[in-house]
């Protein structure tokens, strides 16, 4: 069974623009989460999508965005971008929620410059 | 409610033992346990979905105590390979994919 996958894996940006992100889950999961992990604040819950639907949101401004579509593959958005948005982005996928073990991704590196 | 994970880290000779413990000052309804190692993404080690739920992968072994909103993981005989750090996580609410993870604790094992 193919896992997690993240793509890009690597992304560099400059203040102001715009990123999307993409995440595809194991095959059979419908819920998808997005975290943000820095150094200084560790794993940050940012969205949940189950069945095309945000069913959570963290504490993130409206800059970060995210869908999911009816193969429940996901994109997080990031728009204006900021210095501090520089992080890993990890997506987890899992059968439907939180009774579930989450299989995480391997990230997406975002730097912004 | 972010959980507290103690220690902040820990370093270990081969062969040693070692306690995480994970605590929160809400109601904990599971607990999730995941192992990351450099550059790599964390790995899910065990879920405990209800008090007094022990469970056991090789020798790391995890313990849930709901009322004390508390849980332990345990590494037995440590091995090179248990280096990383390990975050606990809680659910955000119900049955979602919503986890508050701890700040997590490094452990590092020594030849």
């Known amino acids: 069974k193919a896992g997690v996958t993240q793509t890009p894996r690597y992304l560099i940006k400059t203040r102001g623009q715009q990123v999307t992100l993409s995440c595809s889950p194991i095959s059979g999961h419908r819920s998808v989460s997005w975290y943000q992990q820095t150094p200084g604040q560790g794993l940050q819950f940012l969205f949940e999508?189950?069945?095309?639907?945000?069913?959570n949101k963290g504490n993130f401004p409206g800059r970060f965005s995210g869908r999911q579509f009816s193969n429940s593959r996901s994109e997080m958005n990031v728009s204006t971008l900021e210095l501090g948005d520089s992080a890993l982005y990890l997506c987890?996928?899992?059968?439907?929620?939180?009774?579930?073990?989450?299989?995480f991704g391997p990230g997406t590196r975002l730097t912004v410059l | 409610q972010q959980p507290v994970q103690s220690p902040q880290a820990v370093i270990l000779r081969e062969g040693e033992d070692a306690v995480i413990n994970c605590s929160s000052s809400?109601?904990?309804?599971?607990v999730h346990w995941y192992r990351q190692k450099h550059g790599e993404a964390p790995v899910f080690l065990m879920i405990l979905l209800k008090g007094g739920e022990q469970k056991g992968h090789e020798k790391i072994s995890a313990s849930f105590n709901e009322k004390k909103q508390q849980s332990s993981l345990y590494l037995t005989a440590s091995q090179l390979s248990y280096s990383g750090t390990y975050f606990c996580?809680?659910?955000?609410?119900?049955?979602?994919?919503?986890?508050?993870f701890g700040q997590g604790t490094t452990l590092q094992v020594k030849p």
């Open positions: 999508y189950f069945s095309e639907t945000q069913r």
């Open positions: 987890a996928s899992s059968l439907d929620g939180t009774s579930n073990e989450q299989f």
């Open positions: 809400k109601a904990l309804y599971s």
């Open positions: 996580g809680s659910p955000g609410s119900g049955n979602t994919g919503k986890l508050i």
